[in-house]
């Protein structure tokens, strides 16, 4: 029996809306009778489960599969990821990595609909991203690259920010399903670019709060008040998210995974496979990225060497609070 998880819950904004495309572009229908979509979702984890059931509470009818055979419970289980997605509008999936995404692929998009929409919101590699799109396309389905911001308290509240890429038409026609789990849908351009802003947006972050944990890290040793840090560089020039949002000191600005002993929103090993991402990438097209290969190599050592694992990727400012220029 699949093993039920709790049920997430949020009122849709507007109601809901699709559009099912053929495979050149073009609208196949306008609207689901009543409004109600068949949508197949595949990766029920951390991420995947809140989402779905966000769906199933704005009335949607939503069928999953999950191999590990965790399940909300207001989902419907299916007993294979093809299965899932046979005869739906719309599959939706959230995976680790890009060949988990090619292989899931691979199943999926024979058994689905020809003008159905495939929106994955794995964070993946570009190129698997673009694979994928390429495989679908061939088979009349409708794909498009989603990756998330937000983390597992976004995909709880529905308050999501995705970057999208593949074709205007098939952005528009996901518009409305989108906006149940989201707050906010950005259309990046081709298939791919969505896998390219993402990971173009958490190189950003890592090298942020690198940056942010070793600055509090060297006040403390200054003798400066963790406070009187906070309150000058929130409102000046080294004012960014990981200071003003996701500050990395206990006590200090609002609630954090600081402030519940490092507990994971956004986990140190997450960010590892997402700066290998963009070095990957960078590889892949030639562009010089030091201070991302550097953040790399810090968060490599801080999950595989040391105490990351497990840990918000926050908890690098322990790290440093450990640590001694001389000693390294």
């Not at 689905?112 to 794995?122: E, H, P, Q, R, Y």
């Not at 000046?236 to 996701?246: D, K, M, Q």
Request: charged share 15%; proline share 6%.
């Amino acid at each position: 029996m699949p093993r039920a998880l709790p049920v997430w819950v949020r009122v849709p904004q507007r109601p809901p809306y699709f559009a099912v495309l053929s495979a050149d572009g073009r609208r196949h229908h306008a609207r689901i009778s009543g409004g109600i979509m068949q949508i197949g979702f595949i990766g029920l984890g951390n991420m995947g489960g809140p989402m779905a059931a966000n769906l199933v509470a704005a009335g949607h009818d939503v069928v999953g599969f999950d191999p590990s055979g965790a399940y909300p419970a207001c989902v419907q289980p299916a007993p294979s990821a093809a299965k899932a997605a046979a005869g739906r509008d719309l599959v939706i999936t959230m995976l680790p990595n890009g060949q988990i995404l090619r292989d899931v692929a691979a199943e999926i998009l024979p058994a689905m609909t020809k003008g159905a929409l495939f929106i994955d919101c794995s964070t993946v590699d570009v190129a698997s991203a673009r694979d994928v799109a390429d495989q679908a396309a061939g088979l009349g389905v409708v794909a498009l690259d989603a990756p998330v911001s937000g983390g597992t308290g976004g995909a709880i509240a529905g308050t999501l920010t995705f970057m999208v890429g593949g074709a205007d038409a098939g952005f528009a026609a996901a518009q409305a399903v989108l906006d149940v789990m989201g707050q906010r849908a950005v259309h990046c351009g081709p298939a791919g670019n969505g896998q390219a802003a993402k990971i173009c947006n958490n190189m950003i972050l890592g090298v942020t709060m690198i940056a942010t944990c070793e600055a509090f890290a060297l006040a403390d040793k200054l003798g400066l008040d963790r406070a009187a840090m906070f309150d000058v560089v929130s409102t000046s020039s080294g004012a960014s998210w990981s200071l003003n949002t996701y500050c990395p000191a206990p006590g200090v600005g609002p609630q954090s995974p600081a402030d519940n002993g490092y507990r994971p929103g956004f986990s140190a090993d997450l960010m590892l496979k997402d700066l290998g991402l963009s070095q990957q990438a960078a590889q892949t097209v030639d562009a010089d990225t030091p201070m991302g290969a550097v953040a790399l190599a810090l968060y490599r050592d801080f999950v595989e060497q040391e105490d990351g694992r497990g840990q918000d990727f926050s908890a690098m400012l322990p790290r440093f609070e450990r640590r001694s220029r001389s000693a390294g």
